[in-house]
T-cell receptor, first 118, second 117 residues
Framework: AQTVTQSQPEMSVQEAETVTLSCTYDTSESDYYLFWYKQPPSRQMILVIRQEAYKQQNATENRFSVNFQKAAKSFSLKISDSQLGDAAMYFCAYRSAGSGGSNYKLTFGKGTLLTVNP | GAVVSQHPSWVICKSGTSVKIECRSLDFQATTMFWYRQFPKQSLMLMATSNEGSKATYEQGVEKDKFLINHASLTLSTLTVTSAHPEDSSFYIC?????????????FGPGTRLTVL
């Protein structure tokens, strides 16, 4: 079974600064997908960024980028120019690449609570 | 983007009663939906995978007779908590898979807070 580990229960960053959230995972599969989801106080889960394991290029979405190290099974999230609205719980998640039904299910890490200080 | 709704957003019920939570994909069809449970300051725990027209697949340790899941159409899945007890109080979140090209993405509902008195 796959596992996802987020070793930082809490992180804080100054507004406009950069912060990196860590995530490692364990799997025996060669093809899979990785995600970062954000859960603000409203508790609505929001997809931040996704990475296909077969792609060597790191995914980027505006101020959010990842550092995907497949051999090390590491998938960190970098938030640049942090904004107050970035304050939330961030979850790293893993999904198998197989299609259909339960193959779509996500395995989540325990989350990192990010605080943004003005 | 794809939108998933849940109803109700919060519900309070008496111990022993049953509660139904609806999950709808508003602008796309979802052959697969998922139900999660989340305790305060914890991660999401997958309860079951719901496939349209077939029986749900429950995760280990989840009582299928207590948490009844029905996925009657491509846009609606329901979770019924039967004979609810205070320990069932939690935040329940659904998600639906939307396929775009060769990739699918899970979109989450806003969640339902259940309080059992």
């Amino acid at each position: 079974a796959q596992t996802v580990t987020q070793s930082q229960p809490e992180m804080s960053v100054q507004e406009a600064e950069t912060v990196t959230l860590s995530c490692t995972y364990d799997t025996s599969e060669s093809d899979y997908y990785l995600f970062w989801y954000k859960q603000p106080p409203s508790r609505q889960m929001i997809l931040v960024i996704r990475q296909e394991a077969y792609k060597q290029q790191n995914a980027t979405e505006n101020r959010f980028s990842v550092n995907f190290q497949k051999a090390a099974k590491s998938f960190s999230l970098k938030i640049s120019d942090s904004q107050l609205g970035d304050a939330a719980m961030y979850f790293c998640a893993y999904r198998s690449a197989g299609s259909g039904g339960s193959n779509y299910k996500l395995t989540f890490g325990k989350g990192t609570l990010l605080t943004v200080n003005p | 983007g794809a939108v998933v709704s849940q109803h109700p957003s919060w519900v309070i019920c008496k111990s022993g009663t049953s509660v139904k939570i609806e999950c709808r994909s508003l602008d796309f069809q979802a052959t697969t939906m998922f139900w999660y449970r989340q305790f305060p300051k914890q991660s999401l725990m997958l309860m079951a995978t719901s496939n349209e027209g077939s029986k749900a697949t429950y995760e280990q340790g989840v009582e299928k007779d207590k948490f009844l899941i029905n996925h009657a159409s491509l846009t609606l899945s329901t979770l019924t908590v039967t004979s609810a007890h205070p320990e069932d109080s939690s935040f329940y979140i659904c998600s639906a898979s939307a396929v775009s090209g060769v990739f699918d993405t899970q979109y989450f509902g806003p969640g339902t807070r259940l309080t059992v008195l």
